[in-house]
C-alpha cells in the first residue's frame, strides 16, 4: 500500500505526461523499425527498474497473486500493442498526428471506466466524446485511408484506445503492488510479446540508436511509468488523463523545432478541439 498524498501524486502526474510527451521524439530520431524501438524500449526500462528495486529493497514478487498477474499480464499485452501501433503511427504521419491521435484515450477512459467500473458518464464526459471524435476527423488534411496520414491517425487512435485499457486496468493494482513492481513486470510481458520479431532489428540497430531507445527506455519509460501508476494509487483514470492534454502540445512544438512538422490549420483547430475536450475531465463524484 501507498501513502501518497493528494498533491504529491498531481506533480508526478504532471513529470510523466512531460517525460510522456518525449517518446513520440525519440521515437522518429530513432530510424530502426517500430518492434526494434518498443523491444529496446522495453529492455532499457526493464534493466533500470531491476536496479532501482535493487538499491531500494524493493521485492518484484511481494504480494504478487494469480489475479494480480493475470491483471499485470493483461496490461502489459495492452501496453506492448499501444507501443507498436503508437511507433507505427509516427512513421506514418509524424509526430503531430500521431500524438493528436493517441491524445483521445482519454475520451476511451471514460467509456471503459462506465463499463468495468460502472461509473455513469456525465453528459460533460459525452461531450468530451463528441468534441474528440470531432477534432480527430479534422486532423487529417482529408479523411482519406489510401493517405498515409490518415491510416496513420488510426492506427495513433488504436494506440490511444490501448493506453486507456492500461490506465483503468492499473486501477485494479495501484495501490496494491509497488509502482516498481507494476511496472517491471509490464515491461517484461511487453519483451516477452515482441522477443520473436524485434530481437533480429534491435541487433542490426546503428549505434545512434541504441542512445534515443536507451533514453526513451529509462527516461519516458521506466521512470515515467512509475510516476504515472504511483499517482493512480490516489487518483482516478479519468483525473489522471487530464495532465495528458499537454502532452500533444509538446510533441508537435519540438517536432515543428527539430522536424520541422509544422502543423496545418485543420491539424490545430483538431487539436484544440482534442486538448478542450480533454481540460473538460471532471472528477468523478466521491462515493457516499
Not at 14 to 42: C, E, W
Not at 57 to 71: C, D, I, M
Not at 236 to 242: I, P, T
Not at 260 to 267: D, F
Amino acid at each position: 500500500m501507498t501513502d501518497l498524498t493528494h498533491n504529491r501524486a498531481l506533480l508526478f502526474m504532471h513529470v510523466a505526461a512531460l517525460l510522456f510527451g518525449l517518446t513520440g521524439i525519440f521515437g522518429k530520431l530513432a530510424s530502426t523499425s517500430p518492434d526494434a524501438i518498443v523491444l529496446g524500449r522495453a529492455v532499457f526500462a526493464v534493466a533500470a527498474l531491476v536496479l532501482f528495486a535493487l538499491w531500494a529493497r524493493n521485492p518484484l514478487a511481494a504480494g504478487l497473486t494469480g489475479k494480480r498477474l493475470a491483471s499485470l499480464l493483461l496490461c502489459g499485452v495492452f501496453l506492448a500493442i499501444h507501443w507498436l501501433t503508437f511507433f507505427h503511427a509516427i512513421k506514418l504521419s509524424g509526430v503531430g498526428i500521431a500524438t493528436l491521435g493517441f491524445a483521445s484515450f482519454p475520451a476511451f477512459v471514460v467509456m471503459l471506466e462506465a463499463v468495468f467500473w460502472r461509473e455513469k458518464p456525465s453528459a460533460s464526459d459525452l461531450l468530451k466524446v463528441a468534441l474528440v471524435c470531432a477534432g480527430l476527423l479534422l486532423i487529417p488534411p482529408q479523411f482519406d485511408l489510401a493517405a498515409s496520414n490518415t491510416t496513420g491517425l488510426l492506427w495513433a487512435i488504436l494506440s490511444g484506445f490501448c493506453f486507456a485499457a492500461v490506465s483503468v486496468g492499473n486501477r485494479l493494482t495501484s495501490g496494491q503492488l509497488h509502482p516498481v513492481q507494476i511496472a517491471c513486470w509490464q515491461n517484461l510481458v511487453v519483451m516477452a510479446c515482441v522477443l520473436p520479431f524485434g530481437a533480429s532489428a534491435m541487433l542490426e540497430m546503428p549505434p545512434l540508436d541504441w542512445l534515443w531507445i536507451g533514453l526513451l527506455g529509462v527516461l519516458c519509460t521506466g521512470l515515467a511509468h512509475v510516476l504515472f501508476v504511483s499517482s493512480l494509487s490516489v487518483l482516478k483514470a479519468r483525473v489522471a488523463s487530464l495532465f495528458f492534454a499537454l502532452e500533444p502540445v509538446y510533441g508537435i512544438l519540438i517536432a515543428w523545432w527539430l522536424f520541422a512538422e509544422q502543423p496545418t490549420l485543420r491539424m490545430l483547430l483538431g487539436g484544440a478541439l482534442i486538448i478542450s475536450a480533454v481540460l473538460m475531465v471532471q472528477r468523478a463524484p466521491k462515493p457516499a
